[in-house]
């Protein structure tokens, strides 16, 4: 008897989750439509388009190194990665073209901890920050006009530091030669 009420408070208790994971996969599908169609990029990243694998890492950690598979490597294959627009795409081949191979997929790689599971934040987290780099836009460079008038404002403030460090000179010989 106390076994089948377990069984049913159980039950009880796993339904919610049935229906909440297919909520959850509906508010997915709609969050990746609204990054399609919105063109820009809020720090979503489909987990399903992107290939995680994990080998053995090198360096320190004695026999957990050879034991243990913590090394995780993303591929992502940037040109059909349809949640990523299209200028940022171009900005991130500019700005990370050595780790895009021939293919198209962009490697990022992370052994920086023991555990696979910390490894695995590490890159999704470098991952949104270099596609949150590539989002904002390059900065310009100041016009010749703009160049010219901090180098003149330069030339000012160092004659007026030079005079200020002239006048506290004679200032302090003065105060010398009352006494």
């Known amino acids: 008897m106390n076994g089948a009420s377990t069984i049913s408070r159980l039950s009880t208790q796993i339904a919610p989750f049935h229906n909440t994971s297919a909520v959850f996969q ?42 243990n598979y913590t090394k995780v490597t993303i591929k992502l294959h940037l040109p059909t990665a349809t949640w990523i627009p299209d200028d940022i795409k171009n900005r991130i081949t500019e700005l990370h073209k050595n780790s895009i191979n021939k293919d198209g997929y962009w490697l990022i790689r992370s052994d920086k901890t023991r555990q696979q599971l910390l490894n695995v934040a590490d890159c999704m987290d470098k991952l ?51 006494f």
């Not at 809020?42 to 388009?49: E, S």
């Not at 005079?163 to 000179?169: C, D, H, V």
Request: proline letters at 5%; hydrophobic letters at 25%; charged letters at 30%.
């Open 26 to 67: 509906q508010q997915q599908q709609q969050q990746e439509e609204s990054f399609i169609n919105n063109n820009t990029f809020t720090g979503y990243i489909p987990i399903n388009q992107l290939d995680i694998s994990y080998s053995s890492s090198s360096g320190p950690g004695g026999q957990n190194v050879n034991r």
């Open 128 to 178: 949104r920050c270099y596609i949150a780099e590539a989002a904002k836009p390059p900065k310009l460079e100041p016009s010749f006009e703009t160049l010219e008038k901090q180098r003149e404002d330069r030339e000012r403030a160092t004659i007026r530091r030079l005079e200020m460090k002239k006048q506290r000179s004679i200032f302090k010989a003065q105060k010398r030669m009352e």
